[in-house]
């Protein structure tokens, strides 16, 4: 606690709450504009901190990631085009919030649930980084792999009223994923000749192309219904639609702090990144409602699941870079460029050789998160007016948008094709009701579960009886079966009450 008290001492200051005040506002604009995000404006910024001092470098550096990660939420609510790809499931709620005139609402939520997220996660870095970081050495190939195994569960939960389409819209998530050279062999996989695909299909097209672009040419399809609602909204004064009530705090307390904790433990398990993280918060919240069909039509809890673990994920990534040296995440491996550069090596001896730099950069954290509330709170009435825009004048800018961001991605024109492609996917799956978050859970996890996989049957030489050793594997494979049985039974349940005996006929089959 002294050390930490020591930290705030070179933290509060001009110079260190300026740079972290410009990292904040730089991530939180970075974040809104689809394809940019954290990693990228961590890694620009590197070069410009070169003259600064460590701790403001790292603030301001770490400032971005904060702000990116919230930001990324403002362009998932108000256009419906995440900023990141960890940012998609606040958008299918987040957006139809929008499109009732709860713009501010969702944004302000949103903002809460980051901010919490965002300030416990640290918290948790602060508190329990070196006990923290001796269980993640327990985590090995074959824990990741249950762990990963386990995830693919919320399938079920989250495929809608058919969970045919939705194992179906799963199976195709993955088997995008395997797209790319072979994990073991290099050997090319459904590339069909073409270089670009070597390193698979990238993820920040397919999101966008998938979830904006096609659902800019619905919306163009009903511009005429969607201008009538726009004129309505601009038209509403409602307060209850402008603020946060006492009832959506009851309503969205326990996702937020679920939320939390399952990002700051997807975080602490190093590769599986904030996407993981969003979705299976989304996820478990979904699951827990007691109207989980009602999820994807405006659910203030929907936003605030995925916010506070999408945020959780950042500050507990660098446990075990600062316990172990270990990244993970790729914020955290960009960011042991930034400590090396700065004379701290990530790893065990950093709290002995420099303790008050570590505990000046612990400050610099939270810090960040209080000043991401006061930017997020000054610019909700700013960003909100988006939704009073016509949509025939939103589609052609949220186009560019997308294109932006798509090409951002390799610098070439491959990612723009491989949007259109997958927006053309996106239109038909969405008028076929095929859910888009169980291809988007097969494709993210598919590759780190087909790793996994391969490399634990080499740790336990093909030999299932070898599992005695992994208990924390079993563990995730027990609940893995037992999740497998509650949704089956939940399935025959509503089965039988749909074909059950209709309303009004008595015992004989006859009308009464």
Known sequence: MQSLIGGFNDVLNFYTLFWILVGVMTGYVLGALPGLGKGTGVAVAIPLTFYLEPVAAIALLIGIAKGSAAGSAVSAILLNTPGEPSSAPTALDGYPLARQGKAQKALKMGLYASVIGDFLSTVVLI???????????????????????????????????????????????????????????????????????????????????????????????????LDEQTAAMAESNDPA??????????????????????????????????????????????????????????????????????????????????????????????????????????????????????????????????????????????????????????????????????????????????????????????????????FLIGFVIGPSAELTFRQSLQLLNHDWRNLGDHPIALVFMALTLVTLVILARGRTKSASHETGPAVGQNHEGRIS
Request: hydrophobic fraction near 55%; proline fraction near 6%; include cysteine.
């Open 127 to 225: 508190t329990l980084a070196a006990p923290l970081a001796q269980y993640a050495l327990l985590i090995g190939p074959v824990e990741l792999c249950a762990i990963l195994v386990f995830s693919l569960t919320f399938i079920g939960g989250l495929s809608g009223k058919s969970l045919i389409k939705g194992l179906i819209a799963a199976a195709f998530g993955i088997l995008a994923a395997t797209v790319g050279l072979e994990t073991e062999s290099f050997i090319p996989r459904l590339t069909f000749g073409l270089l670009e695909l070597d390193d698979g299909l990238p993820l920040i097209p397919i999101a966008i192309g998938m979830l904006a672009v096609a659902e800019m040419a619905i919306q163009a399809g009903n511009m005429k219904q």
């Open 241 to 438: 639609d402008r603020t946060v009530t006492r009832d959506d705090w009851r309503r969205c307390a326990m996702p937020i702090l679920r939320g939390t904790f399952i990002g700051s433990l997807v975080g602490i398990l190093p590769g599986l990144g904030a996407s993981v993280g969003s979705f299976l918060s989304y996820g478990a919240t979904r699951r827990a409602s007691d109207d989980p069909d009602s999820f994807g039509t405006g659910r203030i809890e929907g936003v605030a699941a995925a916010e506070s673990a999408d945020n959780a994920v950042v500050p507990s990534s660098f446990v075990p870079l600062f316990a172990l040296g270990i990244p993970g995440s790729v914020i955290a491996a960009i960011l042991i460029a930034a400590f090396v550069l700065h004379g701290l090596t990530p790893g065990p001896l950093m709290f002995r050789e420099d303790p008050q730099l570590v505990a000046a950069v612990y400050a610099a954290m939270l810090c960040a998160s209080v000043v991401l509330l006061a930017i997020g709170l000054t610019g909700q009435r700013l960003f909100s007016q988006v939704v009073r825009v016509p949509i025939r004048l939103i589609i052609p800018g949220v186009l560019l948008l997308c294109c932006i961001g798509s090409y951002m991605e390799t610098s070439s024109l491959f990612p723009i094709w491989i949007m259109l492609g997958f927006a053309l996917l996106g239109f038909f799956a969405k008028k076929l009701d095929f859910s888009f978050v169980t």
